[in-house]
């Protein structure tokens, strides 16, 4: 059996407001390497699992890959595990300022989870 690449419509949701900012701050960047936003998840300890995002120019072959509108998400294939499902908002969160958030986390298991930008919030709800 080979592996897909591709993602299915229902894998990865990104809601419009989500994909204007991620799309905006990919625009931004200056480096011809970067070709790509990967999303992430690693060990939050006690609070839970942590997801986040950044910049990639490197692909690998274990990725799966959503093609958004003006960018690429790589999401390894372990990650893609606890993300498979997951809607990325991005929301004003009153004096906090606005983030990206996680919802459906873990959809199929239970749990829920918030991201940061730069990867370093845990389960709290929201990125900064």
Do not use: W
């Amino acid at each position: 059996m080979e592996f897909s690449h591709a993602m299915a419509e229902q894998d990865i949701t990104l809601t419009p407001a989500a994909q204007g900012v991620m799309r905006k701050l990919f625009d931004d960047v200056e480096d011809d390497d970067i070709t790509a936003i990967r999303l992430f998840v690693s060990g939050g300890g006690c609070s839970g699992m942590t997801y986040g995002m950044t910049f990639t120019g490197d692909k690998f072959d274990n990725d799966k890959i959503y093609d958004a509108e003006g960018f690429k998400v790589y999401v390894d294939s372990v990650a893609f595990n606890y993300l498979q499902g997951v809607e990325i908002d991005y929301a004003e969160n009153g004096m906090n300022g606005a983030s990206f958030v996680f919802n459906n986390v873990f959809a199929a298991t239970g749990g829920s989870g918030g991201c940061s930008g730069c990867g370093s919030s845990g389960g709290g709800g929201g990125c900064a």
